[in-house]
């Protein structure tokens, strides 16, 4: 487990633009069992990849016109309940930090894992996002 007030603005750079920080399992079954309408679940990180690429590419993604209904996230190693729940809805996928899940109607429609994130530019990471919220939003 990482100290809170060192992963606080690393949360924070989501919840800022909108993000809500789930932080138990019942508060990601609350947001992933409802059958309507589309979420999009950010599994935030303390490494670099997270914050030079998923965290900036999450945020440019929602700028879409076109975006999920619900932005959550759950911050891996440190809401640990949280996060190995949402990871259960995120299954075939192997657990992935960061990664991003975009879920439709109670359904996994789009993941982009680690190795999707890492290295590659947040802006490249952001068009593969709004695809996926042009296509399924």
């Known amino acids: 487990m990482y100290p809170p007030e060192l992963v606080a603005p690393m949360k924070e750079d989501l919840t ?11 508060e990601v079954d609350a947001t992933l069992n409802n059958n ?7 599994v935030n990180s303390v490494c670099g990849c997270a914050a030079a690429n998923a965290r900036p590419a999450a945020k440019m993604a929602v700028q879409n016109d ?15 309940e949280a996060t190995e729940q949402a990871r259960k809805f995120m299954l075939p996928y ?3 930090s ?3 899940a975009l879920f439709k ?5 789009h993941f982009i894992e680690r190795h999707h994130i890492e290295g590659r530019p947040a802006e490249m990471i952001a068009e593969n996002l709004t695809a996926a919220f042009n296509e399924y939003c």
């Open 98 to 100: 960061p990664s991003m």
């Open 66 to 80: 076109k975006k999920p209904g619900t932005l959550a996230t759950v911050f891996a190693g440190v809401d640990a």
């Open 36 to 42: 309507d309408g589309t979420v999009l679940v950010v």
């Open 16 to 26: 800022s633009v909108g993000f809500e920080q789930l932080t138990s399992a019942s």
């Open 94 to 96: 192997p657990p992935s």
């Open 105 to 109: 109607d109670g359904k996994l429609v």
